[in-house]
């Protein structure tokens, strides 16, 4: 059993940063690869970026590359990620999950999910 929990989401205007947190417990943590999905309202879930626990190793989605950023700490079962030069369509609500199947970009591979936290971009 692994326990998510989302913090840092606000609302920001278009070209400004939000770091988002992802706390996470339980047991073998180091076996997880830990992602970030999105969603906007009427709109379908979207991988936004994964990384592996053990290695990291990251991949991110082509729509946000060289903008985001994940990243982990070990020491406090974080996974953290940086997001720059936020633009109006980055509003959604961001999820952090975690799975066994490796990097996937499909929500249904990832057994736990987070509560969520809200970001806003207004133009």
């Known amino acids: 059993q692994v326990q998510l929990v989302e913090s840092g989401g606000g609302e920001v205007q278009a070209g400004e940063s939000l770091r988002l947190s992802c706390a996470a417990s339980?047991?073998?943590?180091?076996?997880?690869?830990m992602a970030w999905f999105r969603q906007a309202p009427g709109k379908e879930r979207d991988f936004v970026a994964a990384i592996s626990w053990r290695s990291g190793v990251t991949s991110v989605a082509d729509s946000v590359k060289g903008r985001f950023t994940i990243s982990r700490d070990n020491a406090k079962n974080t996974v953290l990620l940086q997001m720059n030069s936020l633009d109006p369509e980055d509003t959604a609500v961001y999820s952090c999950?975690?799975?066994?199947?490796?990097?996937?970009?499909?929500?249904?591979?990832?057994?736990?999910w987070g509560q969520g936290t809200q970001v806003t971009v207004s133009s």
């Open positions: 999950v975690a799975g066994l199947r490796g990097f996937q970009t499909i929500a249904g591979y990832y057994i736990y």
């Open positions: 339980g047991r073998a943590l180091s076996t997880y690869t």
